[in-house]
């Protein structure tokens, strides 16, 4: 058994149980099925020791799809000191003739295709990234209930043919407005103010979250990234921190086309011979920090202008980064301007700006210094 290098293991993880199959590092090797154990800390360690005393002299690989169990697998094996890999299931090959699907078939499929290299792993965020992107969500998710609220009051007054007298919709004047407001019924009255009282909630709720990502931002060791964004036009702090927290550290891409491609900003294609074929965008990667871009994207059909607010957020970043904010703010806009006039339709061409506006955020991002955090204060800096 000691002549083996490497072992590949392969892992279906569930809720409650996780299917085990490896395969040896030689040729003609057969997948091995290992059986069933318990979605447990102490289980996956037990397993990995009975591995390492099988094989002692060889390095244990172990792989798993990524899904609603998170990373704990990946921290856990590999705090141990042994090699994890999370690969996304869209990115699992598939025969088109295998039809059968099972929890035993998945985990000798993921052994063996990690030997014959043909998987792509994912990357994992630090636990304290994953805990921003955690809060950044839980705004996003915040923001979409708000609006859900909102639209059922909307579609109570559109059925009772109530038109509003402010033209400040949600603001203190319209808030007093609608609990002034008297409808015929007893019973819509009820719900008129159970309405109210949600969208109150869930305005409060908004607050609280934007306030504590905010204060947790500042102790985020790329803060400094985030800061340094927020010199680019239609990036300010939550479009920012959203982005850093969905991508994490972009020094990982050796080229900003490589982060186009990973976001899904590319067109799809199927090219053969002199013959070219492009389509639309392949949305493929994460899909949050795509449309923070596309709503930042849109702000560039303006003319090109540094106003008073955007001047505030430059006064303390680098020369450097100033100057790459600036530059992507004039070409973008002359882009922006040039396409809609070829007569682009202007989703694509938000799209294109979104675009490359990532090569922009890589450069900036590229530029900072990210300072080691102090474990007693845990405070990040832009260096001037």
Known sequence: MSKHNIVFIGLDTHKVSTEVAHIEDQRGAKTVHQGKIKTTKAAITKLASQYQSKYPNATLHFVYEAGPCGYWIYRLLTSLGHCCYVVAPSLIPKKPGDKVKTDKRDAMKLAKLLKSEDLTPIYVPEPEDEAIRDLSRARETAMKDLKDAKYQLKGLFLRNNISTKVKDNWSNQHLRWLTELVLPHPSQQI????MIQTITERIKRVERLVNELAHQAKLWRYYPVVQALQAMRGIRFLVAVGTIAELGDLRR???PRKLMAY???VPKENSSGDNRKQGAIT???????RRLLIEGAQTYKHNANVSTELQKRQETLPKVVIDIAWK???RLCRRYKRLMQRGKHRNIVVAAIAREMLAYIWAISREVILVPVDPSTRISRVPA
Do not use: S, T
């Open 263 to 265: 976001l899904g900003l």
């Open 328 to 330: 992507a703010q004039l």
């Open 191 to 194: 719900v008129l103010q159970e």
């Open 253 to 255: 891409f050796d080229h």
């Open 283 to 289: 949305k493929c990667g994460n899909g949050r920090a």
